[in-house]
């Protein structure tokens, strides 16, 4: 007897350590309905290419080896996202020359596979589920002899999908695509195709090289062989939920998506312990601390990390940065390709573009934007300030209208400020330049040389008060005024 190693072992093991398991992962078609240059399965869903969704949960359900069939335009870009984003799966990436159907497709796929099964999953149906796929594999198991089984999905509106027909015992005849449909009664039918198969390899083979392209579209149709096997050793369909297995054909389509990912996003952070509330868009490679608050509107893209008890305020965009623990970014801000340390403040209304370094209990206040810049341990800037290019030490303030002009119009240069340092507001500090420790820039200076440590810099024209004056304008500009 076979040792059930699923017994023994949980997790993705459960169930192939009996048997191995290449997936076979469909990418390869034009995706025209997305109207699109950009290919369809590289097209992001939560901040993930369409793609890489469905080979994440092969692995996840025990898959050990990974076809990825694609064209050869996505050839390069898929062999990259695999490298980055799944560094320790093996996936072999193979190209369809010409997108002659998904039977051809898998042929592409199946060729020197040796596994005695194979998984066959579709590159546009993101939201499918480890979970589901394991119940497909087991119901293929429960049933000896049975050369393949199909996800299948009720859905209300099934146009589209290729129809999942049964006999009169419930058995499953055949797969018939929504084009080749030959009366009412088939287009009536709700069970629709999932596009996911686990298959007995050796039968796959031979039932594709009897595929042929004889139906509406011209193409060699993996559907095809649902009736050969049900000939033969036999076909099941096992009835999924719809929404994990949505194919995405069209823009419409790839939202629905998205906001299923989305809900289901959120929802893993919520039960790991952060708050997240209203209608937050996270993206599938963020990772949040417990106790974090994530406030409605919220925006978090790409390669975030978001700290523990860091509160991330309404409507604030968080583009792959790390923000550390106890921050508390204010509504609106926006924040790219930076690290903000903990305890620090940002907001509300700030722009902190790449490269810029928010050390702790740092604060960066409302219609700042910093641009590569270091603001040090306990360092203010609160209001309307431009900080390109900077350094700014520990404990310095900068004041409300200061600008760091870094810019020649051909060169960027550099500003530094020395810790403890105060420059007062409305003052120009033309770059290359340097403000010494604890030195005081006045209000309204335009600082184009050095300032020494301790030193006040000063370089405004002197104040003049005439006495009595302000009447005598108001009447001479209000009879002007009235001469017009
Ligand atoms: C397919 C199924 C249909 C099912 C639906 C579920 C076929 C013939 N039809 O239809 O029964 O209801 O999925 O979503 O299989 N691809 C290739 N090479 C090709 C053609 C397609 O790799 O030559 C890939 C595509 O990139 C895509 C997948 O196969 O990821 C499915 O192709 P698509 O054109 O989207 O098939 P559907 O019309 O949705
Ligand atoms: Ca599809």
Avoid: W
């Avoid at 390899?201 to 139906?215: M, P, Q």
């Avoid at 009736?227 to 069209?250: I, K, Q, T």
């Avoid at 604030?316 to 903990?342: H, L, M, N, Q």
């Avoid at 490269?355 to 700042?368: Q, Y």
């Amino acid at each position: 007897m076979v040792f059930g190693v699923r017994d023994a072992v949980a997790g993705p093991c459960e169930i192939s350590c009996t048997m191995s398991l290449t997936a076979i992962v469909l990418a390869a078609g034009l995706g025209k309905r997305m109207q699109s240059e950009l290919p369809k399965v590289l097209h992001p869903a939560a901040g993930r290419p369409l793609m890489l969704y469905p080979l994440r949960a092969a692995i996840e359900a025990g898959a050990t080896a990974i076809v990825c069939v694609v064209s050869a335009e996505v050839r390069d870009r898929a062999i990259g996202l695999c490298r980055t984003a799944m560094p320790a799966a093996d996936v072999d990436v193979r190209v369809q020359e010409l997108p002659q159907g998904t039977g051809d497709a898998v042929k592409v796929g199946l060729d020197g596979v040796e596994s005695e099964r194979v998984l066959i999953l579709c590159g546009d149906t993101p939201l499918l589920r480890a979970d589901d796929l394991r119940t497909l594999i087991r119901q293929l198991d429960a049933a000896p002899g049975t050369e393949l089984a199909l996800m299948s999905a009720r859905v209300e509106e099934p146009s589209g999908y290729g129809r999942v027909l049964r006999d009169a015992n419930g058995r499953v005849t055949e797969v018939r695509e929504h084009r080749d449909l030959r009366s009412d009664a088939e287009r009536a039918v709700q069970e629709v195709n999932a596009g996911v198969y686990v298959a007995n390899t050796a039968a796959l083979r031979s039932a594709l090289e009897r595929v042929k392209a004889d139906n509406a579209a011209g193409e060699f149709y993996l559907t095809d062989v649902v009736a050969l096997a049900a000939a033969g050793g036999g076909a099941l369909a096992v009835l999924g939920h719809a929404d994990n297995l949505l194919g995405v054909n069209d823009r419409a389509q790839l939202a629905d998506a998205e906001r299923l990912l989305f809900q289901r996003i959120v929802r893993r952070h919520q039960v790991a312990g952060v708050t997240v509330r209203g209608d937050a868009h996270i993206d599938d490679s963020v990772e949040i601390g417990a106790d974090a608050r994530i406030e409605a509107g919220v925006q978090l893209r790409g390669r975030c990390r978001i700290g523990a008890g860091t509160v991330i305020d309404a409507g604030s965009v968080i583009t792959d940065s790390e923000i550390g623990e106890r921050a508390t970014v204010k509504p609106y801000s926006v924040i790219s390709e930076s690290r903000v340390a903990a305890g620090a403040q940002i907001g509300p209304f700030a722009h902190v573009r790449p490269g810029s370094e928010i050390d702790e209990d740092a604060h960066i206040g409302n219609f700042v934007e910093t641009k590569k810049t270091r603001v040090r341990k306990g360092a203010k800037a609160n209001h309307l300030a431009y900080l390109g290019d900077g350094d700014i030490g520990e404990g310095a303030n900068v004041g409300a209208g200061t600008i760091f002009c870094n810019y020649d119009g051909f060169r960027k240069h550099k500003t530094v400020i020395g810790p403890g340092a105060f420059i007062g507001s409305d003052s120009q500090l033309v770059a290359p330049v340097q403000i010494g420790q604890n030195a005081y820039v006045a209000t309204g200076t335009t600082v184009t040389r050095d300032v020494p440590d301790d030193a006040l810099a000063i370089g405004r024209t002197a104040q003049e008060n005439k006495a009595g004056y302000a009447p005598r304008l108001k009447a001479r500009l209000a009879a002007q005024a009235k001469k017009q």
